[in-house]
């Protein structure tokens, strides 16, 4: 399977998608494709048929057609919302958009119909506290989670029915967290019942046991700096790779991805040392092969590949290339057969 990456320019207006080359990793430019608004957050409709995004300069979620090439066809639909979303993900089903927004404190469930068009009306929205960041269903497409970082230092959890489109307070209401980390955006293990959160105000990244009621149970977290760094820094981003073998985290000050190995049957983290990267990684990503990493600077403007060592967690340059103003979100979408 061989697949492409788009990249999300924020203050050029622009979706750039990229050509990858399968064995060096190696990104060609295919397609710019202008978005108003300043296109930041994505996410990928589970059929391949569309995109979501969410415009951060000129508040809306927006849905843009794939082509049969798998690239970037027409704008299908665009819906203004009171604030700008900074996480935007679609349900298993495919027939719901999630948003967090995160000035607001808020949430949003909107209806996807079968054209890819957002509904003009949310079926549901959230308050919680400020800062709220992340939102997406977990693979039984049951339940979902919304951390928010300091003050509020939160997780709240919910259930979700997908054909109502609604989200329902879980019992308890919120997840038990480290303390005075402040939890962001948050990763699923693709075998494990393992949630993965980067703590964007304690430098660090914490481990939870899922459980079948979909509850968290907090089991360790772990810090995503070298011994001695005294320097400020926040964590953004999280990722597992496609076998939950590895996982990393950005972060923002040391300038670096933090690399774990992921024990295959606990699910806890041993640290594997850092990957100095771009200044200010805000986004980055694991291609769905497992071999390659990405991540953008929002201090360089420029997007590093790597190349990843499945059996040590390394990550090898394999170049950089300079992309436009603000990348905000990195995103892998399959090329159909045939292309």
Known sequence: MQYRLLLA?????????????????????????????????????????????GLRASPALATVSLDGRGL???????????????????????????????????????????????????????????????????????????????????????????????????????????????????????ALNRLYTSNEDGSSTSAYALGEDGTLQLLGTWSTLPEGFAGRNTCAQIHLDPQGRWLFVSNRGHNSLAIFAVDPVSGMLTPQGHRPTEPTPRVFGVDPSGRFVYAAGLGSNRLAAYRLDGDTGSLQEIETYAVGRNPMWVLFIAVPEGC
Not at 24 to 34: D, F, H, K, N, W
Not at 38 to 52: T, V
């Open 9 to 53: 320019q924020q203050d050029d207006d622009l979706l750039t998608m990229y050509a990858m080359d399968g064995d060096t990793g190696r990104l060609t430019v295919e397609q710019r494709y202008p978005v108003a608004g300043g296109p930041a957050p994505l996410a990928l409709d589970p059929q391949g048929r569309w995109i979501a995004v």
């Open 72 to 190: 970037l066809g027409d704008e299908l639909s665009r819906v203004a919302v009171p604030t700008d979303a900074c996480y935007v993900s679609i349900d298993k089903t495919g027939q719901n958009v999630l948003a967090a927004y995160y000035q607001a404190g808020t949430a949003s469930v909107h209806r996807l119909d079968s054209q890819g068009r957002i509904a003009a009306e949310a079926t549901q929205w959230l308050t919680v506290e400020r800062h709220a960041h992340c939102l997406h269903t977990d693979r039984s497409n049951r339940f979902a989670f919304l951390p928010q970082t300091m003050p509020a230092d939160r997780i709240n959890q919910y259930r979700f029915d997908a054909q109502a489109g609604q989200l329902t307070p879980n019992l308890p209401a919120l997840a038990p967290v480290a303390g005075g980390q402040g939890p962001r955006h948050y990763a699923y293990h693709p």
